[in-house]
């Protein structure tokens, strides 16, 4: 039986591939807790709103993971998703997502990934529609 750190990991993927959020929501318990940098979410809709959101920033997005970390409850991720922003730029961007759960509900959601990536595809995307 697959660990939480392989499921989600594959619920993510499978999310990008389809652009369909439930493929990560139904892993989240009634009153689970989802944050990044800039949102916070509580529950199954803010689950689907938190994975929306994340999906309605890319034409394309695929992450991979160079570490899978389970133990007690808990899972660390490590990953590179590449993609293309909304527009097309491209963006390739790290971060580590940390994941808390009972049984198979996730609980708690957390990310934190290198913003600065986006940042630069705006300013970049702009330098390029000027020209």
Request: charged share 25%; aromatic share 10%; net charge negative.
């Amino acid at each position: 039986m697959a660990g939480m750190a392989d499921t989600f990991a594959e619920s993510l993927q499978k999310t990008e591939e389809t652009r369909d959020p439930d493929h990560l929501v139904r892993l989240f318990a009634d009153e689970a807790e989802l944050r990044n940098l800039a949102i916070a979410h509580h529950g199954i809709e803010g689950a689907r709103q938190f994975w929306q959101t994340y999906l309605d920033q890319f034409d394309e997005i695929r992450s991979e993971f160079s570490h899978r970390i389970e133990a007690d409850g808990q899972v660390a991720l490590v990953w590179t998703s590449q993609g293309a922003l909304k527009g097309g730029h491209p963006i390739t961007y790290r971060g580590v997502s940390v994941v808390e759960f009972t049984g198979d509900k996730v609980m708690r959601f957390e990310t934190i990934y290198d913003s600065a990536a986006f940042l630069v595809g705006d300013a970049q995307a702009k330098v390029v529609d000027r020209s």
